[in-house]
């Protein structure tokens, strides 16, 4: 195996025996051969669309199998088995298609030549030999494959945002379109100008992808909303949901409504808190714990069953006995948890299961008490416009600090609560994703009623900090966001931070700190391009990082 899709990678270089975050070799190797089935089936959805029969029915199949080789989703070798024998379905489906309309066009049989994923066949007994040959370490260059790999893995976030969408019944072509092209360039030799050009798009396709989920989010839930969220526990048994799946959220919450069952957010699902349908729910009780990489102890001592929609799932060991209370959906997957099926065409999925599972359950034990404040999206703060524009002209608001992106559980990531403790009381930090629950909880006091620490939402919502960003460059008729006193510090882990990161670059933010470290994926050719032209930077230590981002730099 050979995998360095996320910030944990080994030695920053690469997993290459077992991941750091626990996947084995096999897993990885599926992951790999999904990929490459992905690859084929682009190398057809290509060729057709320009032959003007662009085919929409893979769409979401392959937003789908992207999404579920992101870090920590799915754990279950069977499912990414299932995935690949689709896919090759799918993929012979369009090369049917595509010969069939080549010839229609041209009078005569194709006969150019298709790389090996366009042709490959094997049943799944085959698929272990074959997945060892189709990884990363395929591309022999490393530059070239460190922009392949950039690509492919900012595709993964966009995927995973745009699936969102589509849950919520909200499409655009051009993402969908730009999967296609993007995983069909890795299979061709490209120049390092028309690669670097499509992580580009890239970027642009992960602003219009978080645009898209913004758009199905609000208008099907409403704006969050300021919303002072329970941190406690009520004394009914509860279900606890986690990922970043709304749609999930609110089919739990109906289903449970009324049966004596409360609902509790984990982690990413913290922000469904600030939306008003949701709100409405007496049973919705508030956020149970922290991010991600607590939920070995926090599932244990939430003793109900817990309900994973997305990443990030982490596995279990010997001591842990929920395995029986852990349920997966979605793309999410873990051998001996129950997963609950796709919903049917016009239904909903059933929960039925985790609620008959709660009733036999004691409450949750109680880990705090208390309330954090969230529910700053880019509606709200716009709402308060007027107010953060005095206190920016008032100079009662010196700087904003864009903290944004994920959290991990290396001890590395103290650094982003030293920051946020330390920086002057005159600054307001803006985040989004689960990198706030390093700092969510220290009561950093407000500015004028403005909290010290607005909370977007999920990582998605990060396109709210981006229009925030850009209505205060409206209004205080500044040319570009880059003059506006405010300094970006993100923190990333998995492959939606990637799509996160390239697409502030393509809004053109400059100046980034990155951390705890710069993607292992960077080869050093790689890194330097984007410390030239964007002058992204890796985090040095607390009290530096905050000078000389006060200072402007
Ligand atoms: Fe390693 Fe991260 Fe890949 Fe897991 S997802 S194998 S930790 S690079
Ligand atoms: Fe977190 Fe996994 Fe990335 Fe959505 S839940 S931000 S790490």
């Known amino acids: 195996m050979f995998c360095f899709q996320c910030q944990e990678t080994a030695k920053n270089t690469g997993c290459t025996l077992r991941g750091m975050c626990g996947k084995p070799e096999e897993t990885a190797n599926l992951q790999d051969l999904l990929l490459f089935v992905l690859r084929g089936m682009a190398v057809y959805g290509e060729k057709l669309k320009e032959l003007g029969q662009a085919d929409r029915s893979n769409d979401d199949f392959v937003l789908k199998g992207l999404f579920a080789t992101i870090t920590n989703a799915n754990w279950a070798d069977s499912r990414f088995v299932a995935l690949v024998e689709e896919g090759m379905a799918r993929r012979e489906q369009l090369r049917a298609a595509f010969l069939a309309a080549f010839k229609a066009k041209n009078g005569k049989e194709f006969d150019g030549t298709l790389p090996d994923e366009a042709t490959w066949k ?98 099907t839930y409403g704006h969050p909303e300021i919303t002072q969220v329970n941190i406690g526990v009520g004394k009914n048994p509860g279900i606890l949901i986690s990922g970043h799946d709304l749609k999930d959220m609110d089919e739990l919450l109906k289903q449970t409504e009324g ?65 029986d209370r852990l349920y997966t959906t979605g793309v999410v997957g873990y051998d001996g948890a129950t997963h609950i099926a796709d919903r049917p065409a016009g239904g909903s999925k059933d929960f039925s299961a985790l609620i008959a599972r709660a009733k036999s359950c004691p409450p949750p034990t109680e880990l705090e008490s208390g309330t954090i404040v969230g529910g700053f999206g880019h509606n709200q703060v716009l ?27 290396h001890k590395t990531r103290n650094y982003y609560t030293e920051v946020a403790e330390n920086l002057p009381k005159d600054t307001v930090i803006l985040t989004a994703g689960c990198a706030k629950f390093r700092y969510n909880k ?30 205060l460059k409206e209004v205080f008729g500044l040319e570009s966001v880059n003059d ?21 670059l393509s809004l053109g933010v400059k100046g980034i700190r990155l951390g705890p470290t710069l993607p292992g994926f960077l080869s050093p050719g790689v890194a330097k391009v984007l410390v030239e032209k964007f002058n992204i930077k890796p985090i040095t230590t607390a009290p530096e990082d905050i000078a000389a981002m006060m200072a402007g730099q």
């Open 259 to 323: 049966s004596g069952v409360d609902v509790y957010t984990h982690g990413e699902m913290l922000p469904a808190n600030y939306y008003p349908v949701f709100k409405k729910y007496a049973h919705f009780v508030g956020n149970y714990g922290g991010s991600w990489w607590h939920q070995n102890s926090e599932f244990q001592s939430f003793n109900g069953p817990v309900l994973l929609t997305t990443n990030c799932l982490v596995p279990l060991r010997k001591e842990h006995t929920y395995l």
């Open 484 to 504: 506006l006193p405010l300094s970006f510090d993100i923190a990333w882990y998995e492959q939606k931070a990637v799509a996160v990161l390239l697409a502030l």
């Open 122 to 219: 094997g049943s799944a007994a085959d698929f272990a030999a074959k997945a060892k040959g189709v990884g990363v370490l395929r591309t022999e260059n490393e530059d070239v494959r460190s922009l392949r790999e950039m690509l492919i893995i900012g595709l993964k976030g966009i995927a995973a945002y745009a699936e969102h969408a589509a849950v919520l019944g909200f499409h655009k072509a051009e993402i969908d379109d730009f999967m296609f092209e993007a995983m069909a360039s890795t299979t061709k030799e490209l120049s390092v100008d028309e690669m670097v050009a499509l992580v580009m798009k890239a970027g642009s396709m992960a602003v219009a992808a978080m645009a898209l989920l913004d758009e199905a989010n609000t208008t």
């Open 383 to 409: 709402a308060l416009a007027d107010k953060v524009v005095e206190a920016v002209k008032s100079g009662a608001i010196k700087r904003f600090i864009v903290m944004a992106g994920c959290d991990g559980r």
């Open 442 to 471: 220290l009561n950093l006091g407000d500015i004028g009623g403005i909290p010290r620490v607005l909370d977007a939402g999920q990582c998605n919502d990060s396109y709210s900090l981006a229009v925030i960003a850009l209505k």
